[in-house]
């Protein structure tokens, strides 16, 4: 449908607001360049032309072909891989900005008068950015991939950060110009990609793995035993023998101890025994079946609920095997909980989920063989004793507290050993500063344009000179001032000289000041046939000074990402180590000094994480400080003897991308609980 003229203009009105607003947030960002910030702006404003002249909605394939169809023209490898990145932005601005984006989507359905508007063809959303981002990379010709990813994550961040008011400003805008919002209910099927995140949880995982349960058993048909409506119901005479034998299992120690099977109370036990009478070696886990109780029966619902978090528990292999002894050891205490108080499983904060929890919690860190006689396993076996004999709500939260107790002397021991690193990570901080000032002082020089060659020597081997001295003896320092004035003296030899009195100078000078350069090329220990590479490309450029022929002219890129002239470091991390006294902390960080993201981590202090290796493997570590200046974490488990400090950018990345986690340990029992609804799901 044709826009009319009003409306061309408000839509004119509302492109123009748009890309100014985009533009000025990319601006404060800091991270673009004018001519850059132009190119994003022209691909936006050609998606929102696109999207706004758009008759029809194209169906389910067409969309998810748009998806890509920016990318049509990127056949390279390195390409592709810009065009996924691109494309995972887009889908986490979506998420991020879903309310904002969503009310300026229903003022664009009555603006363009078109119902059927898909979310993901909204003229000002994400995918419009992408498109403009895409075009800034096409203009700024041949950059390394690293990076154009390094400078997407810090885009993105930026983004993230202030696309909700940018959106909340366009939607007033569209307000107060009487564009009124469309009601959800009138906007057609908003079919689309299928998103790639799993559905939301229920609020109550436990209540929703009951309730499919229940769902199942009532397909089954009703159970014929003769007894009316009693027949789906366990009478009190039948759970009391019930709860009887359970104490006796229980009483026996039948999970580890030979227990003959009798035949009274119509075998319920029997299928729980190998035919001589032994408990499995491996965790048993009880089911109604097994106990010969009728699968309509609400004790059945009771027993198999449990019975599938217990599996999930016992199927884990991150649990530690002494974790799972311990669990399987009360089974039936939580089974004759649960049977008494259904309580169990609505509650969240019920003391008996709680025990589990604070179990899980105690143990992480431990490795997957730790021995049953590890000081913390012997505590849970013990607690776990204590609250088979003891098995009653009082019991439960006394267990609670000592439990409470044990994490308490944890975290106090993870607290005294992250001491001693603290004055390391308050040295890789002070490198951060160092290069960080380098950089700084260095933007003036390359801002003149230099020499290729001596761009490169200035970025990648003056600059360690002038950290070190910055580290060392500050920036007030006489050697401070003389290595940034033998920069100057540098770019001076290079210059065209006319005047007879200034080639007398020049050659004057010319030997103290390479006396200064090759000194402080010693320092940094720079190989010598760098150094003399570096000295015959000086001597070119000094010859010509002297015959007052001007420099080759330095070719510009079509558009400059960067507002600085410095290069970005590359963003791949690298491994590295730091001691001090029989101290030894590992980093995982950059080759170059690289900010912070604008936004906090998704993690805090004390969190449990599962993060890789550098030879693929993955462990457990709890973040144990985040530094106050640069962000740099602290990631801690003594009992691998394994001190990790990892840049926030990386530990963003490896969040993000899923490669680390927070801990699933830390909620066992709930975790537990959403996996056996997951494979029920699929049974």
């Given at each position: 449908?044709?826009?009319?003229?009003?409306?061309?203009?408000?839509?004119?009105?509302?492109?123009?607001?748009?890309?100014?607003?985009l533009?000025?947030?990319?601006q404060?960002?800091?991270?673009?360049?004018?001519?850059?910030?132009q190119?994003?702006?022209?691909?936006?404003?050609?998606?929102?032309?696109?999207?706004?002249?758009?008759n029809r909605?194209?169906?389910?394939?067409e969309?998810?072909?748009?998806?890509?169809?920016?990318?049509?023209?990127?056949?390279?490898e390195?390409?592709?891989?810009?065009?996924?990145?691109?494309?995972?932005?887009?889908?986490?601005?979506?998420?991020?900005t879903?309310?904002?984006?969503?009310k300026?989507?229903?003022?664009?359905?009555?603006?363009?008068?078109?119902?059927?508007?898909?979310?993901?063809?909204?003229?000002?959303?994400p995918?419009?950015?992408?498109?403009?981002?895409?075009?800034?990379?096409?203009?700024?010709?041949?950059?390394?991939?690293?990076?154009?990813?390094?400078?997407?994550?810090?885009?993105?961040?930026?983004?993230?950060?202030?696309?909700?008011?940018?959106?909340?400003?366009?939607?007033?805008?569209?307000?107060?110009?009487?564009?009124?919002a469309?009601?959800?209910t009138?906007?057609?099927s908003?079919?689309?990609?299928?998103?790639?995140?799993?559905?939301?949880?229920?609020?109550?995982?436990?209540?929703?793995?009951?309730q499919?349960?229940?769902?199942?058993?009532?397909e089954?048909?009703?159970?014929?035993?003769?007894?009316?409506?009693a027949?789906?119901?366990?009478?009190?005479?039948?759970?009391?023998?019930?709860?009887?034998r359970?104490?006796?299992?229980?009483?026996?120690?039948a999970?580890?101890?030979?227990?003959?099977?009798?035949?009274?109370?119509?075998?319920?036990?029997?299928?729980?025994?190998?035919?001589?009478?032994?408990?499995?070696s491996?965790?048993?886990v009880?089911?109604?079946?097994?106990?010969?109780?009728?699968?309509?029966?609400k004790?059945?619902?009771?027993?198999?609920?449990?019975?599938?978090i217990?599996?999930?528990?016992?199927?884990?292999?991150?649990?530690?095997?002494?974790?799972?002894?311990?669990?399987?050891?009360?089974?039936?205490?939580l089974?004759?909980?649960?049977?008494?108080?259904?309580?169990?499983?609505?509650?969240?904060?019920h003391?008996?989920?709680?025990?589990?929890?604070?179990?899980?919690?105690?143990?992480?860190?431990?490795?997957?063989?730790?021995?049953?006689?590890?000081?913390?396993?012997?505590?849970l076996?013990?607690?776990?004793?204590?609250?088979?004999?003891?098995?009653?709500?009082?019991?439960?939260?006394?267990?609670?507290?000592?439990?409470?107790?044990?994490?308490?002397?944890?975290?106090?021991?993870?607290t005294?050993?992250?001491?001693?690193?603290?004055?390391?990570?308050?040295?890789?901080?002070?490198?951060d500063?160092?290069?960080?000032r380098?950089?700084?002082?260095l933007?003036k020089?390359?801002?003149?344009?230099?020499?290729?060659?001596?761009?490169?020597?200035?970025?990648?081997?003056?600059s360690?000179?002038?950290?070190?001295?910055?580290?060392?003896?500050g920036?007030?320092?006489?050697?401070?001032?003389?290595?940034?004035?033998i920069?100057?003296a540098?770019?001076?030899?290079?210059?065209?000289?006319?005047?007879?009195?200034?080639?007398?100078?020049?050659?004057r000078?010319?030997?103290?000041?390479?006396?200064?350069?090759?000194?402080?090329?010693?320092?940094?220990g720079?190989?010598?046939?760098?150094?003399?590479?570096?000295?015959?490309?000086?001597?070119?450029?000094?010859?010509?000074?002297?015959?007052?022929?001007?420099?080759?002219?330095v070719?510009?890129?079509?558009?400059?990402?960067?507002?600085?002239s410095?290069s970005?470091p590359?963003?791949?991390?690298?491994?590295?180590?730091?001691?001090?006294?029989?101290?030894?902390?590992?980093?995982?960080?950059?080759?170059?000094?690289?900010?912070?993201?604008?936004?906090?981590?998704?993690?805090?202090?004390?969190?449990?994480?599962?993060?890789?290796?550098?030879?693929?493997?993955?462990?457990?570590v709890?973040?144990?400080?985040?530094?106050?200046?640069?962000?740099?974490?602290?990631?801690?488990?003594?009992?691998?003897?394994?001190?990790?400090?990892?840049?926030?950018?990386?530990l963003?990345?490896?969040?993000?991308?899923?490669?680390?986690?927070?801990?699933?340990?830390?909620?066992?029992?709930?975790t537990?609980?959403g996996?056996?609804?997951?494979?029920?799901?699929?049974?």
């Amino acid at each position: 449908m044709a826009v009319q003229s009003d409306s061309f203009h408000l839509l004119s009105d509302t492109r123009a607001l748009f890309l100014k607003h985009l533009g000025a947030l990319l601006q404060d960002s800091g991270l673009l360049s004018a001519p850059a910030i132009q190119a994003i702006q022209a691909g936006a404003g050609a998606y929102f032309d696109e999207m706004a002249s758009t008759n029809r909605r194209g169906t389910f394939a067409e969309e998810v072909d748009g998806l890509t169809s920016s990318r049509i023209t990127l056949v390279g490898e390195e390409d592709l891989e810009l065009g996924i990145r691109l494309d995972n932005m887009s889908a986490r601005l979506f998420e991020s900005t879903g309310g904002s984006l969503w009310k300026t989507h229903l003022r664009f359905v009555t603006l363009l008068r078109r119902p059927d508007l898909p979310k993901s063809a909204n003229p000002i959303g994400p995918k419009g950015i992408a498109q403009g981002l895409t075009t800034m990379f096409d203009a700024a010709g041949a950059f390394a991939i690293d990076k154009k990813l390094e400078l997407l994550d810090r885009i993105e961040a930026c983004l993230l950060e202030g696309l909700p008011a940018l959106y909340a400003e366009i939607n007033d805008f569209m307000d107060h110009c009487g564009v009124e919002a469309a009601q959800p209910t009138i906007i057609g099927s908003q079919e689309g990609p299928a998103s790639a995140e799993s559905p939301a949880a229920p609020a109550n995982t436990l209540l929703a793995l009951q309730q499919r349960l229940l769902a199942g058993a009532a397909e089954l048909p009703p159970v014929l035993t003769g007894g009316g409506a009693a027949a789906s119901l366990l009478n009190q005479a039948t759970l009391e023998r019930l709860i009887e034998r359970l104490n006796e299992l229980d009483r026996r120690g039948a999970f580890e101890q030979k227990f003959a099977p009798t035949q009274t109370g119509g075998g319920m036990i029997a299928a729980l025994f190998t035919p001589d009478g032994d408990f499995a070696s491996q965790p048993k886990v009880l089911k109604s079946a097994q106990l010969g109780i009728p699968t309509t029966a609400k004790e059945s619902l009771t027993i198999d609920t449990l019975a599938m978090i217990f599996e999930a528990i016992f199927a884990n292999p991150a649990l530690p095997d002494a974790l799972k002894a311990v669990i399987s050891s009360l089974q039936i205490t939580l089974l004759k909980v649960a049977m008494k108080d259904s309580s169990l499983f609505s509650d969240g904060q019920h003391p008996a989920r709680l025990v589990i929890d604070r179990m899980g919690q105690v143990i992480l860190g431990l490795p997957t063989d730790v021995p049953a006689r590890h000081p913390v396993c012997a505590r849970l076996f013990d607690i776990a004793t204590r609250l088979r004999s003891e098995a009653n709500q009082n019991a439960f939260a006394t267990v609670l507290a000592e439990l409470d107790a044990l994490l308490a002397e944890r975290n106090a021991s993870f607290t005294a050993a992250t001491a001693p690193y603290l004055p390391l990570i308050g040295q890789l901080d002070r490198k951060d500063e160092a290069a960080q000032r380098v950089r700084l002082a260095l933007e003036k020089f390359i801002a003149t344009n230099p020499p290729a060659a001596i761009r490169t020597f200035l970025e990648q081997s003056w600059s360690r000179l002038l950290q070190s001295i910055w580290l060392e003896e500050g920036e007030q320092s006489a050697a401070w001032q003389e290595g940034l004035a033998i920069i100057d003296a540098l770019l001076w030899t290079i210059q065209p000289k006319a005047d007879p009195d200034e080639r007398k100078t020049l050659a004057r000078r010319l030997p103290e000041i390479l006396k200064h350069l090759r000194a402080g090329m010693a320092r940094i220990g720079l190989s010598a046939e760098a150094e003399t590479a570096f000295l015959d490309e000086c001597f070119e450029l000094q010859t010509r000074a002297l015959r007052a022929m001007p420099a080759a002219a330095v070719p510009e890129a079509p558009a400059e990402l960067f507002p600085s002239s410095v290069s970005t470091p590359a963003g791949t991390p690298v491994s590295g180590k730091l001691a001090m006294e029989q101290r030894v902390l590992s980093t995982l960080d950059f080759a170059d000094y690289r900010p912070a993201p604008s936004r906090a981590l998704p993690v805090k202090e004390g969190d449990w994480l599962e993060i890789p290796l550098t030879d693929g493997s993955q462990v457990i570590v709890r973040l144990c400080h985040i530094s106050p200046n640069s962000r740099r974490v602290l990631l801690l488990n003594p009992e691998l003897r394994l001190a990790l400090a990892v840049h926030p950018a990386i530990l963003e990345r490896q969040l993000r991308d899923g490669e680390a986690r927070i801990s699933p340990l830390s909620s066992l029992f709930e975790t537990a609980a959403g996996v056996a609804l997951q494979q029920s799901a699929g049974r």
